[in-house]
């Protein structure tokens, strides 16, 4: 059970962190007009685009997992800052700091970042680095946000307020499209529950644009249950992501290269995949 809800966290993570996809979204279910879905939609797209666009990023993720499985408990979390300097460029830097840990029982940390062509992780049992171009490290960041990407294609309730200069809207998705969507997390991630049947109980989520038109803050919360071999597995997802100082210059603060061991970089670019 414990392997299964690790596996969980960095299916999980992985989405965490990325920005909210593109599209546009028409009215199923929801009581808003055609317009105010339209402009819902828009506002939601400008600030991807817009966000996407920058060169320096810096983001804060935190997950909550709890699931239930008999008589069993367990509650997950996991936290992540990541920032990005000069994206694609010659003097690109990248830094994530993330912890996970379960029931207090099973905690992990790693530190991972790009610089100078080399990307490094600090693994818990050695220090590797490998060579790597900036193009090919933007390629991968680009290849795994494509994986976890959310759609407003997918959303089956939408609307839209005003509040302290942001804008903030609040959805529901397709408990179908959600399914895809972990699944397709999960299998990215090679977790184990991507064979198990799923099923979403509930979804909500809530997306906040600044006054500048980037993408401040992201929310979801997904209830679902899962098939393990015949037993039953109640899970509650929380996700949060919030974007720090858009369209400024992020410093980024790199650790010290010392004691890092180069292996092959095909083998690191296998992990990027899955």
């Known amino acids: 059970m414990k392997k299964i809800i690790l596996a969980v966290l960095g299916a999980v993570m992985a989405a965490a962190i990325t920005a909210c ?39 804060s993720t935190a997950m909550d997992g709890y699931m239930k499985s008999g008589n069993e408990n367990f509650q997950t ?9 000069e994206t694609g460029q010659e003097n690109m830097t990248c830094l994530w700091n993330t912890n996970a840990h379960l029931n207090e029982e099973l905690s992990m940390e790693m530190v991972t970042f790009y610089a100078d062509g080399y ?20 390629g991968q960041l680009e290849k ?48 184990p529950m ?11 989520g809530e ?4 006054s500048q038109g980037y993408m401040k803050s992201q929310i979801l919360k997904v209830e679902l249950t899962l098939d393990m071999n015949g037993s039953q597995i109640d899970m509650t997802i929380n996700m949060k992501l919030v974007y720090h100082w858009p369209g ?4 980024v603060e790199l650790p010290s290269t010392d004691g890092y061991i180069e292996v092959d970089t095909e083998g690191i670019l296998n992990t990027f995949s899955g």
């Open 21 to 59: 996809g593109t599209g546009a979204g028409k009215p199923a279910q929801s009581s808003v007009t055609q317009a105010d879905w339209e402009e819902s939609v828009a506002v939601w797209k400008a600030a991807n685009e817009k966000t996407a666009a920058l060169t320096s990023v810096a983001l």
């Open 77 to 85: 979390g996991m936290t992540a800052d990541i920032f990005v300097n």
């Open 119 to 138: 990307y490094y992780m600090d693994l818990p049992e050695r220090k590797i680095k490998c060579v790597l171009s900036p193009e090919q490290m933007e």
């Open 144 to 191: 795994m946000i494509s994986v976890w990407m959310l759609d407003p294609d997918w959303i089956a309730e939408i609307s839209i307020e005003e509040e302290n200069d942001s804008q903030i809207i609040t959805f529901t998705g397709e408990a179908g499209k959600i399914e895809e969507y972990l699944r397709r997390s999960m299998e990215y991630s090679q977790s």
């Open 194 to 204: 991507a064979d198990m049947k799923m099923k979403v109980k509930k979804n909500q």
């Open 207 to 210: 997306v906040m644009v600044d």
């Open 248 to 251: 400024e210059v992020v410093p």
